[in-house]
């Protein structure tokens, strides 16, 4: 059993798909986090080019 125990522990230290699937997530969310961060902006400045536009009218 220790000899088992031993050989799992080793195979996980050993493996590196769960890293990837980490590095996947913390990419994931960089990216949504950075597409928020336009997103309001780039919303604010919409409706003050519409509010212009509109305005001059």
Not at 34 to 53: H, K, M, R, S, Y
């Amino acid at each position: 059993m220790l000899d088992y125990t031993r050989t799992l522990i080793t195979s996980l230290i050993r493996d590196e798909d769960g890293l990837t699937a980490v590095e996947y997530a913390v990419l994931g969310a960089i990216v949504v986090a950075a597409i928020v961060a336009v997103g309001t902006q780039f919303n604010t400045d919409l409706a003050a080019a519409f509010g212009n536009l509109f305005s001059q009218t």
